[in-house]
């Protein structure tokens, strides 16, 4: 198929998304895929050796400042449709990670253009990426997930009805960017300071001590539980990104009914959440064996190293075909196999 992989955008996860874009791009063609690379900021196919620096590079230590703008929301749509390589593809790939490409905006385009995409359409977007709807969906579900207050900056409300210690997040964050842990009612002053400079709605949610699990689910089939051990106190930006900040363990050591409960519950979050294709989802394992949803992510990072391909490696599914196996569901929906397999 022509595939073209969308990545880059205008967010703070910038630099998240070219390396997922770049590595998806390679596991794409070697897949047997004809793959082009379109960064929506310059409004441009990547030449190989811009793909093959940004492969090597990875993600950042830091990441970078904003005052980019996506072409595809400023420009039109045009941008990509009219360019004769990347709008002749057959699936888009969406490689983005935050703002409007994350969020359903970009879908939202693209479905009105009657094109084909991977992942979840504006719905699932939505939904997964706010923080505060996603909770609330989970609650209402009978899912457990951590207490918290939305849009609260008055410590002395959180330290009453939420206690120490405490995350403050930004609602529509990701890649743990704008993520604190607040231990002392000092540090909460501090974080809540911070947050008050977020272009976002800010989420207080009590911290939940215990092991840190990880759930992907790809198609109709749920993958490996695999466990996140951060050398920090949160599973942050650096720890995510920088070799040596985490261990990421697949298949998790942990008690089969554990698990299997988990990967239960992870699918129950990517149905109530109508996500589609593939998702991630994080829970807690407190001391006490409860297991709590912290979020889903609707659109992974998808490195060769990333947490999702790991899950699919420990299932056997390597990340060519994994990359393959998004963009054939995509692909279906447009066309869908017959019955027969004719």
Same mark, same amino acid.
């Given at each position: 198929?022509?595939?073209?992989?969308?990545?880059?955008?205008?967010?703070?996860?910038?630099?998240?998304?070219?390396?997922?874009?770049?590595?998806?791009?390679?596991?794409?063609?070697?897949?047997?895929?004809?793959?082009?690379?379109?960064?929506?900021?310059?409004?441009?196919?990547?030449?190989?050796?811009?793909?093959?620096?940004?492969?090597?590079?990875?993600?950042?230590?830091?990441?970078?400042?904003?005052?980019?703008?996506?072409?595809?929301?400023?420009?039109?749509?045009?941008?990509?449709?009219?360019?004769?390589?990347?709008?002749?593809?057959?699936?888009?790939?969406? %490689?983005?990670?935050?703002?409007?490409?994350?969020?359903?905006?970009?879908?939202?385009?693209?479905?009105?253009?009657?094109?084909?995409?991977?992942?979840?359409?504006?719905?699932?977007?939505?939904?997964?990426?706010?923080?505060?709807?996603?909770?609330?969906?989970?609650?209402?579900?009978?899912?457990?997930?951590?207490?918290?207050?939305?849009?609260?900056?008055?410590?002395?409300?959180?330290?009453?009805?939420?206690?120490?210690?405490?995350?403050?997040?930004?609602?529509?964050?990701?890649?743990?960017?704008?993520?604190?842990?607040?231990?002392?009612?000092?540090?909460?002053?501090?974080?809540?300071?911070?947050?008050?400079?977020?272009?976002?709605?800010?989420?207080?949610?009590?911290?939940?001590?215990?092991?840190?699990?990880?759930?992907?689910?790809?198609?109709?089939?749920?993958?490996?539980?695999?466990?996140?051990?951060?050398?920090?106190?949160?599973?942050?930006?650096?720890?995510?990104?920088?070799?040596?900040?985490?261990?990421?363990?697949?298949?998790?050591?942990?008690?089969?009914?554990?698990? %299997?409960?988990?990967?239960?519950?992870?699918?129950?979050?990517?149905?109530?959440?109508?996500?589609?294709?593939?998702?991630?989802?994080?829970?807690?394992?407190?001391?006490?064996?409860?297991?709590?949803?912290?979020? %889903?992510?609707?659109?992974?990072?998808?490195?060769?190293?990333?947490?999702?391909?790991?899950?699919?490696?420990?299932?056997?599914?390597?990340?060519?075909?994994?990359?393959?196996?998004?963009?054939?569901?995509?692909?279906?929906?447009?066309?869908?196999?017959?019955?027969?397999?004719?």
């Amino acid at each position: 198929m022509k595939v073209t992989v969308l990545l880059g955008g205008a967010s703070d996860e910038r630099a998240v998304s070219l390396a997922t874009g770049a590595q998806m791009s390679a596991a794409l063609r070697e897949a047997g895929h004809t793959v082009a690379a379109f960064d929506t900021v310059r409004g441009e196919v990547l030449t190989p050796g811009e793909e093959e620096a940004l492969r090597d590079r990875g993600v950042e230590p830091d990441p970078p400042g904003g005052g980019w703008r996506d072409r595809l929301l400023t420009d039109g749509l045009s941008v990509l449709t009219g360019h004769p390589v990347a709008g002749a593809a057959d699936v888009f790939v969406l %490689a983005f990670h935050g703002g409007a490409g994350e969020d359903g905006t970009i879908q939202g385009l693209l479905d009105a253009a009657g094109l084909a995409y991977t992942g979840s359409d504006r719905t699932g977007c939505l939904l997964a990426m706010d923080k505060d709807v996603s909770k609330r969906l989970m609650r209402d579900a009978g899912i457990a997930t951590p207490a918290w207050l939305t849009d609260v900056l008055d410590a002395e409300r959180l330290l009453a009805e939420i206690g120490l210690p405490m995350v403050v997040k930004a609602a529509n964050g990701g890649s743990s960017l704008r993520l604190e842990l607040a231990t002392t009612p000092h540090e909460l002053d501090g974080a809540l300071e911070r947050a008050r400079g977020f272009d976002d709605l800010v989420i207080a949610e009590a911290y939940v001590a215990g092991r840190e699990f990880t759930v992907g689910v790809v198609g109709e089939e749920t993958l490996p539980v695999g466990e996140i051990i951060p050398e920090n106190d949160l599973f942050d930006y650096a720890c995510k990104y920088q070799p040596g900040m985490a261990q990421e363990i697949f298949p998790a050591s942990l008690d089969e009914s554990v698990a %299997a409960r988990m990967k239960v519950l992870g699918r129950r979050v990517h149905d109530i959440l109508r996500l589609r294709d593939y998702s991630r989802v994080d829970f807690m394992l407190d001391g006490q064996g409860g297991i709590w949803c912290l979020e %889903a992510n609707n659109l992974p990072g998808m490195t060769g190293n990333s947490l999702l391909p790991r899950g699919a490696r420990a299932a056997g599914i390597d990340f060519p075909t994994l990359c393959d196996r998004i963009v054939r569901l995509a692909a279906n929906r447009r066309n869908p196999p017959s019955p027969t397999g004719v």
